[in-house]
């Protein structure tokens, strides 16, 4: 059983950044695609950066392409998403997951994953 918890969120100004970290229990990451999850107020979750548990690809949501950067430290059992460049339309609540077998951009196109965090809030607003 993998067990993910998420933190590192909190009320930011447009245009400015945040680290979000996953930190995994249970079970290693190492063998486990991981993700990144938003979901909107009233809307449904989309997928913002998933990557491959050998780290050699990822996929980027359009709209956060350039802005936001996944990476893991296996050593340390996390995940991260660095947020750049913050937008209103940013805010929602991010939770991460991590899945076996599945393809980052599927992963990500469709929310599919074996395990689910509880998310941690992200507010952008002046």
């Known amino acids: 059983q993998l067990q993910l918890v998420e933190s590192g969120g909190g009320l930011v100004q447009p245009g400015g950044s945040l680290r979000l970290s996953c930190v995994a229990s249970g079970l290693s990451l190492n063998y486990y695609a991981v993700g990144w999850f938003h979901q909107a107020p009233g809307k449904e979750r989309l997928g913002v950066s998933c990557a491959s548990s050998s780290a050699d690809e990822a996929y980027y949501e359009e709209s956060v392409k350039g802005r936001f950067t996944i990476f893991r430290d296996n050593a340390k059992n996390t995940v991260y998403l660095e947020m750049t460049n913050l937008k209103p339309e940013d805010t929602g609540n991010y939770s991460c997951?991590?899945?076996?077998?599945?393809?980052?951009?599927?992963?990500?196109?469709?929310?599919?994953?074996?395990?689910w965090g509880q998310g941690t809030q992200v507010t952008v607003s002046s």
């Open positions: 997951a991590a899945d076996s077998g599945t393809a980052v951009d599927t992963m990500c196109n469709n929310s599919w994953a074996d395990w």
